[in-house]
């Protein structure tokens, strides 16, 4: 167990790691070398909706801007409450809530930091309605978190997070697969999510 897990709260989701040879749609990590590093994926396993916070607090440590966090899950997963502890860790203006309506809501930091772009993509049909909302355009500034994303968001950026969150039975509990992609990720993935 590394001293970083050991620091782990009572009750915290533990996560376990593997690197993945495939590489997915989009990612180009290694432009210069002509290769594509391999993508690594953590699965983390979150007993409740306060574990789920903690996770999204744990991620936000390691975030910075221009950051890409492509969520997917079935409705009620847990994208909206990940998202909410993301922004506590980034310390942004809230209350952070699903922005199904409006698409997209922009938190500005409250101290030294990146904004937190919120993206829900359930509503729109296409990567064209997305690139409508003019996201590269923040994407430098800001870190970024697009709901429903598969599919869609991929494009924004070539080094993202893509995390998948599914129901475990009939449970609170959920698994996370989270799988860094890109150069960016390549090592830092495992900096934020212990490893025990």
């Known amino acids: 167990m590394s001293e970083e897990a050991g620091r782990r709260p009572q009750g915290a989701p533990k996560a376990s790691a593997e690197t993945s040879a495939e590489a997915s749609t989009g990612a180009s990590g290694g432009r210069g070398s002509g290769e594509t590093p391999a993508n690594t994926t953590v699965t983390v396993r979150v007993p409740s909706a306060e574990d789920m916070r903690e996770l999204g607090l744990r991620l936000a440590g390691g975030l910075r801007a221009g950051d890409l966090l492509v969520l997917t899950g079935d409705l009620g997963a847990g994208k909206t409450t990940l998202t909410q502890g993301i922004a506590e860790g980034l310390k942004v203006r809230g209350p952070i809530t699903s922005p199904t309506f409006v698409i997209a809501r922009v938190h500005p930091p409250l101290a030294a930091g990146p904004p937190l772009v919120h993206v829900d993509a359930y509503r729109l049909d296409g990567f064209a309605e997305l690139d409508d909302l003019d996201l590269d355009a923040e994407i430098a500034e800001s870190v ?28 609170d509990e959920r698994t996370v697969m989270i799988t860094g992609v890109g150069a960016r990720w390549a090592v830092a993935l495992g900096d934020l999510v212990d490893e025990g």
């Open 144 to 171: 970024t978190v697009v709901e429903w994303g598969r599919g869609l968001a991929e494009g924004l950026a070539d080094d993202r997070l893509e995390i998948v969150i599914s129901r475990s039975g009939d449970t």
